[in-house]
């Protein structure tokens, strides 16, 4: 089993910046891809930005040039800097590992922006 914590979400004015953090631990293996997903009220989850263990990165367009992803292996943690945030990028954010053998999810980090 593999126990993802999220930790860095809150309130914040647009234009701002935040950096959520999720750390895991368990039974992690080395061949492993980190992700952030984020749910907005009424609307389904949808992914933010993944990152394979080589340290490949992939974003959703509307996030591009806004939100960087990475990874420090030796900790087992994914990071997600956010700026420039917008009132749109209110969501719950949701921490992913997708490895052989299983798929999962932290309990999710809300991110308010105010206008």
């Known amino acids: 089993q593999v126990q993802l914590v999220e930790s860095g979400g809150g309130l914040v004015q647009a234009g701002g910046s935040l950096r959520l953090s999720c750390a895991a631990s368990g039974s992690i293996r080395s061949i492993n891809a980190r992700g952030w997903y984020r749910q907005a009220p009424g609307k389904q989850r949808e992914l933010v930005a993944r990152?394979?263990?080589?340290?490949?990165?992939d974003y959703a367009d509307s996030v591009k040039g806004r939100f960087t992803i990475s990874r420090d292996n030796a900790k087992n943690t994914v990071y997600l800097q956010m700026s420039s945030l917008k009132s749109e990028d209110t969501a719950v954010y949701y921490c992913?590992?997708?490895?052989?053998?299983?798929?999962?999810w932290g309990q999710g980090t809300q991110v308010t922006v105010s206008s």
């Open positions: 992913n590992l997708l490895q052989p053998g299983g798929d999962y």
């Open positions: 990152i394979t263990h080589v340290g490949s990165t």
